[in-house]
């Protein structure tokens, strides 16, 4: 009779026998075994798209009954893994990467196995308090000080969620049908993502001009909030964004913080990209107010290097979230808190059943120390700056202006007074680039520069060699030019 128990011994065969072949890939990967992505790489040419494996993979029907583990295994590390971008690779250095901290990973494993339930304090106060913990320590990161607090979320989409219905919820709920949200026109897509969630309409979501080096342009934000009030809209929000993914350009927060204070507009500071820099004394300055934003997002799967799904939104005033989200509690769920230092985490966003997230970041910061990631985002911004020094000195490339302190972007290229011709080049740039495995990068067009190849320097992994292997990547891959 099938059955869903293992007994003590399969449970191990089973633990062993995954972490094995999980070291083996470990080991296999940092032998460069693997090449940083499959998309624009010779081993990956026969199924650039990934729909033979598509195909391969497929089951429209149920399993019926069991499959070995080891022919599971190979489903997952010979077929599945061998396609696609390669995130966790030192050399991936396209989008905005994530490491996947090997040990955050385990701090997941151990969580999901234990499987408590975080949306009560009362069914799981010492899990509830870990992840209390966490919170606590990614506001100080951030800047903010006592009566702040956040909820962890799966990514810094659904946190940008979450600070427009804090936004929302601060102009009442009459005026809602009137708010309107402003972001500069290199933010990310998700916030007018969000807004749309959140009931607000993309033609009230304004994209505000940003000047020369990218950051977003006060005077015009200025223009847009007023000639919106003469119209009769209520402006709710704006987005700061620290860290945009084209350039790594930082808007000015404490600026911002005066402009939306003036106006009695929440600040949202959307920091998935560059938040935890701030533990650096370069990103102190670079993201300087970031505490007085009224909220922050963070992605721990970014600037800490954690695995996908381990963000957070952040809040100055932890009351914020409470008006936000909560809801009378059910009947059958008698245990609520009334105390918000022991915080029913169902009150304070949109999720009742969900994991707990804690250990994924609780693990890691406490097996290591937080200097130990100081020093690690340190070493990425020394990368980036001497990156972006020795393309300079190659007589082909351009380098997009870098301030700094600056995030670690490094966008580059061939310059050619035909943007057509430049596009075309530096595309195929990327591609030979790309060809040879080692590193991976994208490609990204900006107002003034065109189309040009983008680096971005957020593995943990990521050193020195690396760096030298793109530098001989893009030297070899000009003269195929």
């Known amino acids: 009779m099938p059955t869903l128990d293992l007994a003590l011994d399969q449970q191990k065969y089973l633990l062993d026998t995954v972490a094995a072949r999980l070291l083996r890939y470990q080991e296999d990967l940092a032998a460069g075994k693997y090449p940083a992505s499959y998309l624009h790489h010779p081993d990956g040419a026969h199924d650039a798209d990934g729909k033979l494996i598509g195909a391969l993979l497929r089951e429209d029907d149920v399993p019926q009954h069991g499959t070995s583990l080891e022919v599971l295994l190979s489903e997952i590390f010979d077929r599945a893994m061998t396609n696609g971008m390669i995130h966790p690779h030192p050399g991936f250095m396209a989008h905005v990467p994530s490491g996947g901290l090997f040990q955050a990973a385990v701090g997941e494993f151990i969580s999901r196995t234990l499987n408590r339930f975080p949306g009560a304090w009362a069914a799981s106060p010492g899990f509830t308090q870990i992840e209390t913990n966490v919170i606590k320590w990614f506001c100080s990161m951030l800047g903010y000080g006592t009566g702040s607090f956040g909820y962890l979320t799966t990514g810094g989409s659904i946190a940008n969620f979450m600070a427009m219905r804090c936004a929302l919820a601060q102009v009442g709920e009459a005026a809602q049908q009137r708010a309107t949200i402003y972001v500069s026109s290199q933010g990310h897509f998700s916030v007018a993502k969000a807004a749309r969630m959140a009931g607000i309409p993309g033609d009230r979501v304004r994209s505000i001009a940003v000047n020369r080096d990218y950051t977003i342009d006060l005077d015009e934000l200025r223009?847009?909030?007023?000639?919106?009030?003469?119209?009769?809209?209520?402006p709710a929000c704006v987005v700061g964004t620290a860290g945009t993914t084209n350039t790594g350009a930082v808007d000015d927060l404490v600026q911002l913080a005066d402009f939306c204070s003036r106006y009695g507009i929440w600040l949202h500071a959307d920091a998935c990209f560059g938040g935890f820099f701030r533990l650096?004394?370069?990103?102190?300055?670079?993201?300087?107010?970031?505490?007085?934003?009224?909220?922050i997002a963070v992605d721990a799967h970014k600037s800490l290097f954690l695995p996908h799904g381990i963000s957070a939104l952040l809040v100055k005033d932890q009351s914020r979230l409470k008006v936000a989200f909560e809801i009378g509690g059910a009947a059958y769920v008698p245990e609520l808190s009334d105390d918000d230092n022991f915080v029913d985490f169902c009150n304070y966003g949109p999720e009742l059943t969900r994991e707990a997230r804690g250990l994924t970041a609780w693990l890691p910061i406490k097996l290591h120390g937080i200097k130990a990631f100081e020093r690690c985002l340190d070493e990425k911004l020394d990368l980036a700056d001497d990156l972006a020094d020795r393309l300079a000195h190659l007589d082909a490339i351009t380098v997009v202006d870098r301030g700094k302190p600056h995030l670690p972007t490094v966008g580059f290229g061939v310059r050619s007074d035909n943007r057509t011709e430049q596009a075309r080049r530096n595309e195929r740039l990327a591609e030979l680039i790309n060809s040879r495995g080692s590193v991976y990068l994208s490609t990204t067009t900006l107002p003034e520069e065109g189309l040009v190849v983008r680096s971005c320097i957020m593995h943990h992994q990521t050193d020195k060699v690396v760096i030298d292997q793109l530098l001989e990547d893009v030297t070899w891959s000009l003269g195929k030019l």
């Open 223 to 234: 223009r847009a909030v007023n000639h919106d009030i003469d119209r009769g809209y209520i």
């Open 280 to 295: 650096t004394g370069r990103g102190r300055a670079l993201l300087e107010g970031s505490g007085q934003a009224d909220s």
